[in-house]
Nanobody
Framework: QVQLVESGGGLVQAGGSLRLSCTASGSTFGITVMGWYRQAPGNQREQVAGITSGGIITYNSFKGRFTISNDNAKNTVYLQMNGLKPEDTAVYYC????????WGQGTQVTVSA
């Protein structure tokens, strides 16, 4: 089993920045990909960004504003979000792929106009 704990969400004004962190614990050996999805009220969960354990970015739906990175020594993945917009308001979920997919509990990001 893999446990994921996110942090870094909060309330920010439009144009501001936030940095989300997600740390994996438990059976972390064999995790191939970690990353982020988000879900706004009334919307489906959507991909944000993913990165392999080797540091290869698998996708970034918000390239130019969001940057994903990782620190394998800390089993942690980061999402640096700049130029935030009100439409970025959502619950951001961390995931880890290790055969199965594991999810964090989510962290709320609210961007005010």
């Amino acid at each position: 089993q893999v446990q994921l704990v996110e942090s870094g969400g909060g309330l920010v004004q439009a144009g501001g920045s936030l940095r989300l962190s997600c740390t994996a614990s438990g059976s972390t050996f064999g995790i191939t990909v970690m990353g982020w999805y988000r879900q706004a009220p009334g919307n489906q969960r959507e991909q944000v960004a993913g990165i392999t354990s080797g540091g290869i970015i698998t996708y970034n739906s918000f390239k130019g504003r969001f940057t994903i990175s990782n620190d394998n020594a800390k089993n942690t993945v980061y999402l640096q979000m700049n130029g935030l917009k009100p439409e970025d308001t959502a619950v951001y979920y961390c995931f880890a792929l290790r055969g199965d997919i594991y999810w964090g509990q989510g962290t709320q990001v609210t961007v005010s106009a």
